[in-house]
């Protein structure tokens, strides 16, 4: 009964011009998903459909809501909520808001400058297919979507003291991917079996799901051990360590991760010697100096960034490693690259995905 009073005084008290003749923006990805449901499937578990939902996101969130008096909405939600740049729902009260970076968000970019999105909702929906005319919809062809800048609008962050945070785009324009036409799709969205529409599709698709294959993971770090070298008492080793699969630095995106080398000098029974680790990182600085170590405090407190020795897109480098506790005992030196994650959620937790690995016998 009470629910049926606060109904009607809403209808009351809303202009009808406006809630009679505004329709919704956007559609729902269940709605999207009756026809597409191999893309559909694909994107609800991606972190694109988790944006807004994912407690990773929510934690830093809720932080920097309170310690802005909730000015943060503006700022962190037309990336993770992105559908609130028309809607306006910085409340996040809509459905369509907590769905993140929703379908018909996408698929109604008309285009992207200078990370400026240009939106047009409505029947049309844009892709990178030129030859689709679906009775069910208006359909359009949009360069953005077969290029880097469908993404650049949102990976690539300069924050508003003018600290670069987290910029993957910017990263990829200065790269020989770029001058050879490789596209963030060519690499995160790939052709895969699915069915384009439930009927009247064709039989391929592109990836939704914009993770990585732990494939194109292990291939994106190699990592070499040269031969290792006595030297005044130590043992001397030299490690390459190449940036060979991905078309920006690694890491790459927000500063909480870090490309780790790690070497174990081994002797023969296998027992570690030694350990050197090298870390690979962008530091980022608040005011007074401060590392911020969150993504959240990194984009909104990030003043200057200190240091930054994350390996760039092809690049190689060559680290050596001086090992001195018992070096007549070494006969392995191995090495470990991997990545380090480590995320607040309700307390600091590490995630560590390794890339490569590689032995080589001291002689
Ligand atoms: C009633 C079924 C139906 C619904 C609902 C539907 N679509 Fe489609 N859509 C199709 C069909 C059929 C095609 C044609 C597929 C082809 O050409 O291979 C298509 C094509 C497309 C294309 C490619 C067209 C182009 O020229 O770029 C996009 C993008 C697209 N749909 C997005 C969406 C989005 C986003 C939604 C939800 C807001 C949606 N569709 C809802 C049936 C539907
Ligand atoms: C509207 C903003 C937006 C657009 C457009 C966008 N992204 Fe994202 N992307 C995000 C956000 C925000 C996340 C992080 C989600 C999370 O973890 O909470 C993300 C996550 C990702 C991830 C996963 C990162 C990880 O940690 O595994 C990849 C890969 C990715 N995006 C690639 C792309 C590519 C490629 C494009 C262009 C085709 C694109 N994105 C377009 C905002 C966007
Ligand atoms: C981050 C932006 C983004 C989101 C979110 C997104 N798409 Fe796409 N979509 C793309 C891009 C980019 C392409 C073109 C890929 C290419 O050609 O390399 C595409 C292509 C398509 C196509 C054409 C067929 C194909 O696979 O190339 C359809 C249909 C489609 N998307 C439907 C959907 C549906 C349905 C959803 C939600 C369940 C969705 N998309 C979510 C960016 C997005
Ligand atoms: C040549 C292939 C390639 C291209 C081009 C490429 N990427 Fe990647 N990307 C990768 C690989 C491999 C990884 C995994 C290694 C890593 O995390 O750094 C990755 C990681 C990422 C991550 C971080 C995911 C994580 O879990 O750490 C994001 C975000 C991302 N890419 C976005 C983009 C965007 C946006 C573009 C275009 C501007 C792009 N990528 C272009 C191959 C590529
Ligand atoms: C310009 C777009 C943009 C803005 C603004 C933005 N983010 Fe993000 N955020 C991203 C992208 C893109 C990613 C994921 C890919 C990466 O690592 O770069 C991400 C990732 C994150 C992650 C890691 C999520 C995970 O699943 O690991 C957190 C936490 C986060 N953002 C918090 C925030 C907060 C809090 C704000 C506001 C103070 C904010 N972001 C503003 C684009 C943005």
């Not at 009679?20 to 559609?27: C, R």
């Not at 969205?189 to 009927?199: L, N, S, V, Y």
Request: aromatic share 8%; glycine share 8%; charged share 20%.
């Amino acid at each position: 009964m009470i629910r049926h009073l606060v109904f009607v005084f809403l209808i009351l008290a809303v202009p009808p011009a406006v809630s009679a003749k505004t329709p919704p923006p956007f559609t729902a990805a269940a709605t999207c998903g009756a026809c597409h449901a191999d893309h559909y499937g694909n994107w609800k578990n991606s972190l694109h459909a988790l944006s807004y939902a994912n407690p990773i996101f929510q934690a830093a969130y809720q932080k920097a809501y309170a310690e802005t008096s909730g000015k943060a909405a503006q700022f962190c939600l037309p990336c993770h909520a992105p559908t609130v740049r028309l809607t306006g729902d910085y409340g996040a009260k809509d459905e369509i808001t907590r769905e993140g970076i929703t379908c018909d968000f996408c698929h109604s970019v008309a285009d992207v400058k200078n990370g400026a999105f240009t939106l047009k909702t409505g029947d049309v929906k844009r892709s990178a297919l030129k030859d689709s005319a679906p009775k069910e919809h208006g359909a359009a062809y949009g360069e953005a979507f077969a290029t880097a800048r469908l993404c650049s609008g949102c990976h690539d962050f300069t924050n508003r003291l003018g600290t670069k945070v987290g910029n993957t785009y910017e990263e990829w324009t200065k790269s020989q991917y770029r001058t050879d036409g490789v596209q963030c799709q060519h690499c995160h969205m790939t052709a895969m079996p699915g069915k384009t529409a439930r009927e009247n599709g064709r039989d391929s698709i592109h990836d939704h799901s914009l993770g990585h294959s732990m494939e194109q993971m292990l291939g994106a770090v190699r990592v070499e051990t040269k031969e290792p070298v006595w030297m005044n008492g130590a043992v001397l080793a030299d490690v390459l360590l190449v940036n060979a699969g991905a078309g920006h630095a690694i890491p790459t995106g927000t500063p909480a991760r870090t490309l780790v080398l790690e070497v174990h000098a081994l002797d023969a029974s296998g027992k570690v010697v030694e350990v050197k680790k090298k870390m690979y990182r962008k530091r980022i600085l608040n005011n007074k100096g401060e590392e911020m170590l969150t993504d959240g405090d990194a984009f909104l407190y990030g003043k200057k960034v200190s240091s930054d020795n994350r390996l760039l897109p092809g690049e190689s480098r060559l680290e050596t490693f001086r090992f001195t506790v018992r070096p007549k005992d070494i006969v392995k030196i191995a090495a470990e690259a991997y990545l380090s994650y480590q995320p607040v959620v309700i307390t600091k937790t590490e995630m560590k995905i390794p890339l490569f690995s590689a032995t080589v016998n001291v002689k």
